[in-house]
């Protein structure tokens, strides 16, 4: 079986939807967890997207090199994708 953990790009917190005794973005933070799941023998993890999150494909770029054998997984939210339009 293989498993995957969850990386919060968005902030980390007890309390959901809230930043009541949350943990503020950073990238040391992203790195801890990524070496922790890498540590563990976990396959990989989930990286969000969304307006409140850090940019997924950056952050799993700049976690990559820092891991041995995880995966990660960017998640796709079509609805929130905002195309732009140029007239020609």
Do not use: N
């Not at 990524?34 to 952050?59: I, K, M, N």
């Not at 891991?67 to 960017?74: A, E, I, K, N």
């Amino acid at each position: 079986m293989q498993l995957l953990w969850f990386i919060p790009t968005h902030g980390d917190g007890r309390y959901l939807g809230t930043a009541t005794g949350g943990r503020s973005v950073s990238f040391q933070y992203f790195r801890q967890i990524a070496q922790a799941v890498d540590d563990l023998g976990y396959t990989g993890a989930l990286l969000p997207t969304g307006r409140s999150c850090e940019d997924a494909w950056v952050v799993a770029s700049t976690l990559v090199s820092l891991t041995q054998r995880m995966r990660f997984l960017v998640a796709i939210r079509p609805g929130l994708t905002l195309f732009c339009h140029f007239p020609k």
